[in-house]
């Protein structure tokens, strides 16, 4: 048994990795698994790159055991695995960084110092804590060339992704369209679901239920509404269709002299006890069928007839089952309105103000038009009822 090391009952588990990582450090055992598969298939394996001007942490862990599962694997597998680190040099967080130090918090301000030394203090930012990421790599017995990462504000890697998009181009996979994104009108620039996940907290908004008249085939007033829910009241002047859901239930109820439409598993929680059904209609139904809108025209539009469209992400969870369509301002709203050749209305600016198409409310921020909005609605007699949202 000479030349193994006796098993030490009270090993440190620390200890024993601190050992295994100097051996792995003193006889290259990373480079070495290279070399052993020289000439062998290659599987190649790029780092989606941690962004370097903020300290590791533990998530940072957990994300990366789970990356080295699948070289190793490889490598197992008869593969060689080259495995190139990165560093994303881009992004909101390096210049929320700079921001902080400079003492400044707007694109005004930004200009005002220089774009060329704001984006040179961005490129020293962004190396900060380099080190500490090398070390935890090591640490945690990730194998990965430090040495030769690819780093995101190199020009070499740059003309890659231009490449990489001519390629697409000269295949004509490449179209323009519309697509909604999480967006910050301080920064005025979209957001990735990282930099939104990293903002997150409760806010307490308006919920309003409102009237839109639906018509007859010949476009007279039907002398019943849908009942609308929504939570972004400020959005309603971008209001392009309204979606209910196919499979629901929806009843024709009756309060205080008027008919109004809305899912039946719903009507007691909106409109309470004393709402008396009329009549009970499928969703499906209801699509096809035709609203005088929108809520508010703006100045290039005339408010028409828009359309009640089948949408299957509709529920019966909270509001009304019938979900005010803003395909300028929705997901699921441009997705939906897309398919029924809706064109995209969207009359806010890029610092979330109302454009000039908003004649009662140009300029002003959309967040902040949430109670003119609601005045308005109330003011026209389409208001059915004005709660708070957590």
Not at 92 to 108: D, F, H, T, Y
Not at 264 to 274: D, F
Not at 345 to 372: I, K, Q
Request: hydrophobic share 35%; net charge negative; with cysteine.
């Amino acid at each position: 048994m000479s030349g193994f090391r006796q098993v030490d009952p009270k090993q440190s588990f620390p200890e024993l990795e601190e050992r295994v990582l100097a051996r792995w450090r003193e006889r290259d055992v990373f480079g070495r698994s290279l070399a052993n598969r020289e000439g062998a298939d290659v599987w190649n394996f790029y780092e989606g790159p941690p962004t370097a001007n903020g300290r590791p942490g533990s998530h940072h862990v957990l994300a990366r055991a789970f990356k080295d599962v699948y070289p190793r694997y490889r490598t197992m597998r008869g593969y060689r695995v080259p495995r190139k680190a990165g560093w994303d040099c881009h992004g909101l967080p390096v210049e929320l960084e700079v921001e902080k130090q400079l003492g400044i918090s707007s694109k005004q301000e930004i200009e005002e110092y220089g774009i060329a030394e704001f984006n040179q203090r961005c490129r020293e930012s962004v190396f900060e804590y380099v080190e500490e990421w090398n070390r935890l790599t090591e640490r945690i017995g990730f194998w990965i060339d430090l040495d030769d990462p690819y780093v995101t504000l190199e020009n070499d890697y740059i003309e890659s992704v231009w490449w990489s998009l001519g390629q697409l181009w000269e295949k004509g996979l490449l179209y323009e369209g519309h697509k909604v994104v999480p967006y910050c009108p301080r920064c005025g620039t979209a957001l990735s679901s990282h930099e939104v996940a990293s903002g997150y907290r409760d806010v307490e908004d308006p919920s309003i239920y409102v009237r839109f008249p639906l018509l007859t085939e010949d476009g007279a007033d039907a002398g019943e509404s849908l009942l609308v829910w929504t939570t972004t009241p400020w959005t309603l002047p971008g209001n392009e269709a309204v979606a209910a859901a196919p499979d629901v239930t929806y009843a024709k109820a009756q309060v205080d002299g008027e008919t109004l439409i809305l899912a039946e598993p719903l009507i007691e929680r909106v409109l309470g006890e004393g709402a008396v059904i009329v009549d009970r209609l499928p969703g499906r139904d209801l699509a096809g069928r035709h609203y005088k809108g929108p809520v508010f025209a703006l100045s290039d539009r005339e408010p028409g007839a828009f359309p009640v469209l089948a949408g299957d992400f509709v529920t019966t969870e909270d509001g009304t089952g019938a979900v005010h369509m803003a395909p300028g301002f929705g997901e699921e709203d441009q997705l939906l309105c897309a398919e029924h050749g809706i064109d995209v209305v969207c009359p806010m600016d890029s610092g979330g103000r109302y454009t000039a198409e908003v004649e009662p409310w140009a300029g002003l921020h959309v967040f902040d038009a949430n109670p003119e909005v609601i005045k308005a609605l109330r003011a026209a007699g389409t208001l059915v009822r004005h709660d708070s949202y957590d």
